[in-house]
């Protein structure tokens, strides 16, 4: 068996897959119980696992702090990566899946997904640049370009901004998303938000109607919600919020 063959099981897979998403988070190694909670196993199960990633070469080890990816493991990882979003977007373009089925389906597929249905699948789709959340796409090189967001929770009352991506992790979500139609690339104004954790009060411009409808955002879904901040929106917009707070008032 080759070396190739050794490295690509699903399992190794996974957890290049994982301690990827975990790094990028922040500068600090992955600790063995983040990925723990991560995957929802055990942190002996994940000791075991780190050790045989170790003498594969895939992460580095850094005493009582975690690991990270070597360039070998972060190459797994990002080809995985392409493989579940290049996957997610053929199952909602070409199959009209809906998107909060995509990801199950997609997290047993993109282990046997082979290099050439990959490039016959991104050339169908027209090489696409994000998945149906709005999550970007390694290029066909494994360079991958995240845009700048926040989320969506930080944002106070008269900014705007473009709704970019959101986690697929949780279909109850991405179905209480779809009911109201939102989806990723539309325009919103935050107009108001509830004290003490309460719910952001969010007028969505929807591209397709190209009709304004104000949905109400809570703190769960606020947090999943990455968006672009338009610079200098919150001053201006500001006015316009109160004003329109004034007349509905009058």
Avoid at 236 to 249: D, K, R
Wanted: hydrophobic fraction near 40%; proline fraction near 6%; glycine fraction near 10%.
């Amino acid at each position: 068996m080759g070396t190739k063959e050794i490295l690509r099981t699903p399992a190794i897979e996974d957890y290049c897959k994982e301690i990827f998403a975990l790094q990028s988070r922040g500068d600090e190694p992955v600790s063995t119980n983040a990925l723990a909670e991560r995957l929802s196993i055990t942190p002996g199960s994940v000791s075991a696992m780190l050790k045989r990633l170790d003498e594969l070469g895939l992460i580095t080890h850094e005493p009582y702090r975690g690991v990270r990816l070597t360039d070998a493991g972060r190459r797994i990882a990002l080809e995985v990566i392409r493989h579940h979003r290049l996957l997610e977007s053929y199952l909602a373009q070409a199959l009209g899946m809906s998107w909060d089925r995509v990801h199950a389906e997609a997290e047993v597929l993109e282990h046997v997904l082979s290099d050439e249905l990959e490039e016959l699948i991104a050339a169908k789709l027209g090489h696409p640049t994000v998945d149906p959340h709005g999550d970007p796409i390694p290029s066909a090189d494994l360079q991958l370009h995240e845009r700048e967001t926040d989320r969506m929770e930080n944002m106070q009352p008269g900014e705007e901004g473009v709704f970019v991506r959101v986690s697929d992790s949780d279909p109850e979500m991405l179905r209480y998303l779809a009911e109201r139609g939102i989806a990723p690339g539309e325009r919103f104004l935050v107009r108001a938000r509830q004290p003490f954790g309460g719910p952001l009060f969010v007028r969505f411009l929807h591209t397709e109607t190209g009709g304004e409808r104000e949905h109400a955002i809570g703190g769960q879904l606020a947090r999943a919600m990455r968006v672009e901040v338009t610079p200098g929106s919150g001053a201006q917009a500001a006015v316009l919020v109160g004003n329109s707070a004034m007349g509905e008032a009058g």
